[in-house]
DNA sequence: TAGCAAATGACAGCATGCTGTCAATTCGTA
DNA sequence: TACGAATTGACAGCATGCTGTCATTTGCTA
């Protein structure tokens, strides 16, 4: 029997809204004791996944946040000397962001925990039923961020 | 050719904290014009389509939010006459959320404004794809919430 | 029925993300 | 090369969601 409140579209939506969340605060709950939360991390993952070193403004356009959000946490994350400003030769006053050492071995600890955790997320969910949500997800989000 | 930075499920969260990110921001050009957002619209839907009146933890609980995040939505949309509170004979503290009638003409503008954009955001997607995908969502986020 | 645990409202404070604004810098193009 | 548009950092303010705390109310159970 079909819903009646909500269509197809729609109940996606929503789950997507409650998995948000859930995936935010399991982060938090997997790093908070190394002194990150899910947002740090992602930061971090961003600069330590980037082929080349990143401008604020770049990690923000990885990451589909705006520059200003980014900026303040790595403000903060310089600021605690988990990443660091590099000067940047291609624009003068845009520095390049980096892992500290120390950033980088809290880095490695958040991954070495998210493996597992995440492991344990998928069990017994097959590779392609992953792959095809991730394109449909990822289809939405092109399709709304053309429309900007 | 397989990523070797991220796995499959990695993907599928990144994607999601976008998505949600877009969905946010669509939702509030959608409805900006009615004084309303997205977090706004969302309370609104669940009182809207609850087959009984609900309480602030009743909200939050269908929302899979805290009641203090509800609760200062609601008493926001109360000060402007779009919901209102009645006494809950079950309860003497925890009132009844209903939508006054400006609410309701509101909630009907909006749903209107979702139709079409709900249409043009799935076309060409095969229902039975978004179903998929849904459940998928949703089955990673009931194992989040149980391991809470 | 008495008492204790859970639920609830209220208040306070914090983290994350957004917008708007302005000056400095960079970049494309005429 | 010079000018105008786009990018960027900085600062300010707002919306949304979270946690912690405390008093009140409910509800379970011994």
């Given at each position: 029997?079909?819903?009646?409140d909500?269509d197809?579209?729609?109940?996606?939506?929503?789950?997507?809204?409650r998995?948000?969340?859930a995936?935010?605060?399991a982060?938090?709950?997997l790093?908070?004791?190394?002194?990150?939360?899910s947002a740090?991390?992602?930061?971090?993952?961003?600069v330590?996944?980037?082929?080349a070193?990143?401008t604020v403004?770049?990690?923000?356009?990885?990451?589909g946040?705006?520059?200003q959000?980014?900026?303040?946490?790595?403000?903060e994350?310089?600021?605690?000397?988990?990443?660091?400003?590099?000067?940047?030769?291609?624009?003068r006053?845009?520095?390049?962001?980096?892992?500290?050492r120390?950033?980088?071995r809290?880095?490695?600890?958040a991954?070495?925990?998210?493996?597992?955790?995440?492991?344990?997320?998928a069990?017994?969910?097959?590779?392609?039923?992953?792959?095809l949500?991730?394109?449909l997800?990822r289809?939405?989000?092109e399709?709304?961020e053309?429309?900007?």
């Amino acid at each position: 029997m079909k819903q009646v409140d909500t269509d197809d579209i729609t109940s996606l939506i929503l789950e997507v809204f409650r998995l948000n969340g859930a995936l935010t605060a399991a982060g938090d709950r997997l790093v908070g004791d190394l002194g990150l939360s899910s947002a740090r991390w992602q930061v971090m993952g961003a600069v330590a996944l980037a082929p080349a070193p990143l401008t604020v403004p770049g990690i923000a356009r990885d990451m589909g946040l705006t520059r200003q959000s980014v900026r303040r946490v790595v403000r903060e994350l310089v600021s605690e000397g988990i990443l660091a400003l590099e000067p940047n030769r291609a624009h003068r006053r845009s520095h390049l962001v980096v892992l500290t050492r120390r950033g980088a071995r809290l880095y490695s600890e958040a991954s070495a925990r998210q493996r597992p955790w995440a492991a344990a997320l998928a069990q017994d969910v097959p590779a392609r039923s992953l792959v095809l949500a991730t394109n449909l997800v990822r289809t939405l989000r092109e399709r709304l961020e053309e429309s900007t």
